[in-house]
């Protein structure tokens, strides 16, 4: 059977993104900070992002999709029209909808029965291969809390946000062994096998 992975990054105190998120700022004041190392040092941290999307199958939670609020008929993600995920995507919302097909092989599925049923769809469609949580927060908290996700992969960016969405706020029980560290001046990459 496939493995859980999830991949996010953090800043120092723990937040995935900034204080007041909104269509304008996806990731909240500072938010788009975190992400520095993907775009500034891209050949320096080559296999954390290949590892990242390197899953047959990505869930995510509706926020993560399209942001807070309701979302326009029409709206197909924040990524363009070649989203990097190149696989089924499943994101957990209550609006009900039609899968979008996007170009490179990425199909937005949209799960309104929880995360068990966004996981057996992802397992299925990710054909043996890994299935990725992609967040956001609190969809990572659902996975986490439920015991589901194997492998936690921290990318820890060297700064502060203060505020936002805290990764393991109401998450309790969580037993983490490190087995894989490395990383560039704006990042550390810290993989977690995550024991139950």
């Known amino acids: 059977m496939s493995r859980v992975t999830c991949d996010l990054t953090i800043s120092l105190d723990g937040f995935l993104a900034g204080p007041r998120q909104s269509m304008e700022e996806p990731l909240g004041e500072g938010g788009e900070l975190l992400h520095r190392w993907m775009f500034e040092e891209p050949e320096a941290n080559a296999a954390a992002i290949e590892g990242i999307l390197a899953a047959g199958a990505f869930i995510m939670g509706r926020n993560m999709f399209a942001g807070p609020g309701a979302w326009a008929a029409d709206w197909r993600g924040w990524w363009g029209e070649e989203p990097p995920y190149h ?20 199909t937005f599925n949209f799960v309104t029965d929880g995360i068990d049923s966004a996981l057996t769809q992802a397992r299925e469609a990710a054909g043996g291969k890994d299935v990725s949580i992609a967040g956001g927060a609190q969809t990572v908290q659902q996975y986490l809390s439920a015991g589901l996700i194997d492998e936690l992969r921290l990318h820890t960016a060297p700064m502060i946000l203060g505020a936002g969405e805290r990764l393991f706020d109401g998450v309790a029980n969580l037993t983490l062994e490190p087995t894989e560290v490395s990383g560039t001046g704006l990042v550390t990459h810290v993989r977690y096998r995550v024991i139950r």
Request: hydrophobic content about 35%.
């Open 87 to 106: 696989a089924p995507v499943f994101v957990l919302t209550h609006q009900p909808r039609e899968p979008v097909e996007m170009q490179g092989g990425t």
